[in-house]
């Protein structure tokens, strides 16, 4: 992955869905440096806050990111050729979706013509072993949540940089396209052949004897009927000493699925801890991590405040009020 | 899978795993009139019970079958020279792991030569959603299990056949690459990409109207750290009106993890309810299947005795004792 061509111009094309927007929204957030600007059109209601480009003004990027993300992760026609396109105008094109972008024929023959690379980030590695569940040295946090898409990215981005800025050793281990878009590197993990879900986990993170941290980003929900297998994996393979949990405040109901209500805070933590504790019998949690974008500054406090009297444990939106709450109580809980 | 020609050769080559020949034995066990014979090195000191045969006593076959499973589905060199010369021999090639037939060169090079074909009964349908977790009409069973290898195929097939034998309207759903072999169809839920556990199940197991049961093979186990991603969303996408606990008596550990001790029943089977609530709230037990193969019949009894006891459910050994007691109980639990 380090070796996609930057800086990007984000695609957001016709999209209409905010939260389809992750990956877009994720790279202008934390690596904006690396984003010429947005192309997106006038159907498009939503801005990542970059410079609005088309094409033709975005053609110092070196690589087009598909910056949507759907559940299934698949592209409509347009957004195969607009990215033809751009493979036809030179740009390389980088994408994080299931349906893979080799797999267009118009797309591989444009790119093909014209000499440009597609990076499917979605491809795992070749040779995953199953997961052995032996345990292994090194602290790692694993981010959970109550949903898809409530921020788990975003949190463990903020907590890897709160943890450095305080001195630790700490490394963010992506586990999703946007995150490895923004990392460099990584494995997919809703990507890899269902047995090998915690062998690649162990694989992402491994034993590290430096007395630093790996801070895995969590995927999707141990309570979301479509994705509750890639989470259970994830926790086992993870073998975590802290979990985080995260959470959108608000919420109405399961992303994509308005039968399933979110779950509350202490039952989802709960199931949680339970689940982590067959490979990591010690695991504790050390923090909840709020998005509440939708709230004005004081609501927003309050629900960090609600959150910590309810699970005892600090709360916190790591982006509007920082995640270093959670890394005293990693020190207070880890200290050597 | 129903166009796999019959009959089969079954291909032991120079396993000495017991647990690993689990394809063949079920093959054996469940389709023997679909098998000319078994095909075994000397090194390999098990038999499933059929004819041994030399791979050219057993040309009358049409097809070969790896009836080898080890942990991670991978082959070894002799293994692969044993398919080509089969293949060299006019035989077709089935197998069920990861590692694909196809990707072999000299066996895809001598299928081509001669003309045969190589059938990867693991590779999922193309164009699987993701799972959506509605609610949908019909009656489900779902085999889960305190380990990997304890006998839910084997129970599965055999509480379908005691459905059908009391004249009810039932179908043996198959997730594995033996069950898939055995029944004709199926999806290899172990092999599909993580997001799409769950919507596997769904589709291999729709909606029904007829009053029917569909009987679906439980995989892994939510205490197995390698494979319990794929049992929770095997559990999800079931939607299981009810379940039924496998378990292997006097297992000293989980397969191939000397480290993790094998659940308690009870545990096992609170855990397995917890998680299948989410997609179907009103899911029961109805019985455990314990594999008492280890057992003379007297402990075999006893031990079933005293699951009922503990669990207060029909408990029983479906391979020895057959599969009624649970029927019942199913009849008992869901009367019209």
Request: with cysteine; aromatic share 6%.
């Amino acid at each position: 992955m380090s070796t996609i061509p930057t800086p990007y111009l984000l695609y957001l094309g016709a999209a209409t869905d905010f939260l389809g927007l992750k990956t877009a929204r994720g790279l202008a957030t934390f690596a904006p440096d690396k984003c010429v600007g947005e192309w997106r059109h006038d159907e498009c209601p939503y801005s990542v806050g970059l410079e609005r480009l088309t094409l033709e003004q975005g053609i110092a990027a070196r690589t087009l990111v598909i910056g949507i993300a759907n559940p299934g992760g698949r592209m409509d026609a347009r957004v195969v050729a607009d990215a033809a396109a751009a493979a036809r105008a030179g740009l390389n094109i980088a994408a994080g979706l299931h349906q893979r972008l080799r797999d267009e024929p118009e797309l591989a023959a444009a790119a093909a013509e014209v000499g440009v690379r597609l990076f499917d980030v979605r491809d795992p590695p070749a040779g995953l072993p199953v997961g052995n569940g032996r345990p292994r040295d090194g602290r790692r946090l694993l981010t959970v949540g109550t949903d898809c898409s409530v921020g788990k990215m975003y949190a463990t981005l903020a907590l890897t940089a709160a943890m450095q800025a305080r001195g630790h050793a700490a490394d963010f281990r992506a586990t999703g396209q946007t995150g490895i878009l923004v990392a460099g590197e990584g494995i997919a993990i809703d990507a890899v052949v269902a047995d090998f879900i915690a062998g690649a986990v162990e694989t992402l993170s491994p034993a590290r004897g430096d007395g630093g941290w790996d801070l895995i980003e969590g995927q999707g929900s141990l309570f979301h009927p479509s994705f509750a297998g890639v989470s259970t994996g994830l926790l086992h393979g993870a073998q975590a000493d802290a979990l985080v949990l995260c959470h959108e405040v608000g919420r109405p109901h399961l992303r994509g699925l308005p039968h399933y209500p979110v779950p509350g805070l202490a039952e989802c933590l709960d199931a949680n801890l339970r689940v982590a504790q067959l490979t990591s019998p010690e695991v504790r949690a050390v923090g909840v991590c709020l998005n509440t974008a939708h709230l004005d500054e004081p609501a927003a406090r309050a629900a960090c405040e609600a959150a910590a009297a309810e699970l005892g444990l600090p709360a916190t939106d790591p982006y509007r009020f920082g995640a270093e709450p959670i890394v005293l109580e990693i020190e207070r809980c880890f200290a050597a």
